[in-house]
Each structure stands twice: as structure tokens, then as C-alpha cells.
């Protein structure tokens, strides 16, 4: 089995190791419950070892003396092999990093809320510029102020209303039939209100979307947490934890239909089912 990397791709990062068949899974990683395996924390490895050594961007981790606004990352590998039977991995992280969506060697975002002239800036513009007027009119209290006050607060929450939806609408997602949903839909049938914010921003479905977009078969797949610990204590550098399930169990429920995974236990699959 060859382990070349596709030509004008510097998302897919292929294996210096000669990977043997054997040496692979027989079935997919259940992303909400599992161990690591070994190809997993091989490409783990190499994506840690990239994050330790580049030079592309800035992002303060947390990992030297200077920790003030320290921000820990999740990040992700999921090892594919492509139509060419080139195996190796993609790397992705959850939310931003160094204050951006785009880097190389990261599978891009579903939907870029910070592309230049996008709908999302200009609406956080107007937003911003509600909130200002409400300080002023509170700190000058002229006649009638609280009417007005009362009327703007209105118009921001309609407005907040209406940008989270038309971000939602953004949001599409593959799986392995090419089967593509919406992701108030895919909520809607999990029986949710709403979506919660950030669903599609985490690392597994930017992974997923990638692969099912360049026709690639998802093999194995690891999370792990990045940096300093937030203030919880939960995440810790370096370990591995499973996919959330508030905001990922309904998106791979649907990216991973049709694909044989490995058995959770019985708690998690209702959870995930």
C-alpha cells in the first residue's frame, strides 16, 4: 500500500511509516466511546509534533511562562485512505485558531463566518452598534430614554435571533452515501429546540465533511485537548477525550449512517441513537 499524498492537497498528510492493511482498523472509531488506536496516535503524534515545532501562526497555549490569556484547543485527526488507496490523515481544530479559520495542514471550516463582506460581520456590526446606543442613552438619560431603551432591546434580541438563525442555515453536512442535511434539521429530528451555539465548529464534523468532499474513507479517528486547562480542570494537555455529545451526537449521527462502528456501551448508544 503506497502512502502518497494526493497532488495540490496540503490537508491530506500522508505516512512517512509503509502502513500494511493488518495494521489497520476493521471498523471505525465510535467517536463518544473509545481508546485510541494505534494509527490514531501515530497521526496524533505527528500533528503534536507539528503544533510543537511551526512557525505559521501564533497562538498562546498556555504551555511556556506566559500564560495570561491562555486559550486550550481540541484538536482532531481522522486517518482516511483516499480512491488512489493512499492512507493517512487529516488534522483539525475546534473553533478558531490564532484568531482564524484558514491554516495549512487544517481541513477548512463548514461554513466561514469570518469571510470579508460575509453577512455575519455586518450583522455583528449592526449589533454592536444597537448596544452602543443603548450605553448612551443609560449613561445620559435624556426624556423618554427608557421607551427607546425598551424598543432597542427589542430590535437587538430580533436581530441576534435572526443572525444565529441565518449562521444555522449555513451549515450543511455529508455522509459517506453523499447524503447532505441541514443542521436544524438534523436537531430538529433529534427532537432539539434549537441547535446550541458552535454546533458544526468542532473538530470531528469539520473532519467528516472533508473527507466525504474528496471522496475519502474515514478509518480512525482521535481527539485530544491542546494547552492549558481551562478552569475546570477537565482537559488536560495532551490526553484524548471523546466527541461532546450536545453539540456532535445528532451532526455524526447522520455523517456516520452506514458506516460499522466499534461497539460503546449501552449508556452511550442511547445517546448517540
Not at 500494511?20 to 481508546?35: G, Q, R
Not at 435572526?162 to 447524503?179: P, S, V
Not at 451532526?251 to 441513537?273: C, K, N, R, V, Y
Request: glycine residues 8%.
Amino acid at each position: 500500500m503506497t502512502n502518497l499524498a494526493p497532488q495540490n492537497d496540503d490537508v491530506f498528510s500522508p505516512f512517512d511509516e509503509v502502513i500494511a492493511a493488518d495494521a489497520l482498523p476493521e471498523k471505525f472509531t465510535f467517536p463518544f466511546d473509545y481508546e485510541p488506536h494505534p494509527i490514531s496516535l501515530l497521526a496524533a503524534g505527528k500533528l503534536q509534533s507539528h503544533l510543537a515545532s511551526q512557525q505559521d501562526w501564533d497562538h498562546n497555549f498556555g504551555l511556556t511562562d506566559h500564560q495570561e490569556g491562555a486559550i486550550g484547543k481540541m484538536f482532531g485527526v481522522l486517518v482516511v485512505q483516499t480512491e488512489q488507496n493512499e492512507v493517512g490523515y487529516l488534522s483539525a481544530f475546534s473553533g478558531k485558531l490564532a484568531g482564524g479559520n484558514h491554516h495549512a495542514k487544517f481541513v477548512p471550516p463548514i461554513f466561514d463566518g469570518m469571510a470579508e463582506g460575509g453577512f455575519l460581520n455586518s450583522g455583528m456590526t449592526e449589533l454592536t452598534r444597537i448596544n452602543e446606543e443603548i450605553k448612551t442613552l443609560e449613561e445620559e438619560e435624556p426624556a423618554g430614554y427608557e421607551e427607546q431603551v425598551s424598543f432597542l432591546k427589542t430590535l437587538r434580541k430580533n436581530n441576534s435571533n435572526a443572525l444565529q438563525k441565518e449562521i444555522f442555515d449555513q451549515y450543511h453536512f455529508l455522509n459517506q452515501a453523499g447524503e447532505e442535511k441541514s443542521l436544524c434539521g438534523i436537531f430538529e429530528d433529534a427532537s432539539y429546540k434549537n441547535p446550541p451555539a458552535g454546533a458544526g465548529e468542532c473538530a470531528a464534523p469539520k473532519l467528516l465533511q472533508y473527507a466525504f468532499q474528496q471522496n475519502m474513507k474515514p478509518i480512525a479517528m482521535a481527539e485530544f485537548w491542546w494547552g492549558l486547562s481551562p478552569k475546570s480542570d477537565y482537559w488536560k494537555h495532551g490526553q484524548f477525550y471523546p466527541a461532546c455529545k450536545e453539540k456532535c451526537a445528532p451532526i455524526l449521527s447522520h455523517m456516520l449512517a452506514g458506516i460499522e462502528m466499534d461497539e460503546p456501551t449501552s449508556e452511550i448508544i442511547t445517546l448517540f441513537s
